[in-house]
T-cell receptor, first 117, second 114 residues
């Protein structure tokens, strides 16, 4: 158990809908990362938050957004869902950011499996 | 841009034999390299990382990895494979100039047969 929790574990929804994925980082971790794992794209970095502020963006669609709250949990919002958004969404956390952050290990949650029908 | 290549989609090895899962990388500056393992219906578990220092890194569950700067490789190894090692293995790199994001390889499925 990495200490990172994600809810829900599974999500089934229809095209055009909006869903929210939730992540709680390990105790003491200030950085939260979101990744998407799909069969065709592999594991891709979406976005990073550090202590409530967005720090880095990857291949995140405009239909997707995220935020990190004062209690450090994070939510990934996916809207106008398409069939191709079906994937496993992982949250990871690490202690910090910056020069020290490069050396840090990111610990991953169990993921949320999203199925868009 | 940084990238990782795992040239083998699948590696088959008999239990008790040594195993190697290959990884090569491309990054600007010094690389920070990681190996993760994913079991079915589970998240990614951290195995080991190379930051600096000794080129041979020891990690969890008896795994180790060898960093080779001239060949830009970071191969994962284990002297004696177990059936329970069967899983999906991911190599990842984080470059100094790319923020804290990890760039993952496509993954290698390790199958250890009794």
């Amino acid at each position: 158990d990495s200490g990172v929790t994600q809810t829900p574990k599974h999500l089934i929804t229809a095209t055009g809908q909006r869903v929210t994925l939730r992540c709680s980082p390990r105790s003491g971790d200030l950085s939260v990362y979101w990744y998407q794992q799909s069969l065709d794209q592999g594991l891709q970095f979406l976005i990073q938050y550090y202590n409530g502020e967005e720090r880095a963006k990857g291949n995140i669609l405009e239909r997707f957004s995220a935020q990190q709250f004062p209690d450090l949990h994070s939510e990934l919002n996916l809207s106008s869902l398409e069939l191709g958004d079906s994937a496993l969404y992982f949250c990871a956390s690490s202690v910090g950011v910056g020069r020290v952050g490069f050396q840090e290990t990111q610990y991953f949650g169990p993921g949320t499996r999203l199925l868009v029908l | 841009a940084q990238s990782v290549a795992q040239p083998e989609d699948q590696v088959n090895v008999a239990e008790g034999n040594p195993l190697t899962v290959k990884c090569t990388y491309s990054v600007s500056g010094n690389p920070y390299l990681f190996w993760y393992v994913q079991y079915p219906n589970r998240g990614l578990q951290f195995l080991l990382k190379y930051i600096t220092g000794d080129n041979l890194v020891k990690g969890s569950y008896g795994f180790e990895a060898e960093f080779n700067k001239s060949q830009t490789s970071f191969h994962l190894k284990k002297p004696s494979a177990l059936v329970s090692d069967s899983a999906l293995y991911f190599c990842a790199v984080r470059g100094l100039n790319a923020g804290n994001m990890l760039t993952f390889g496509g993954g290698t499925r390790l199958m250890v047969k009794p």
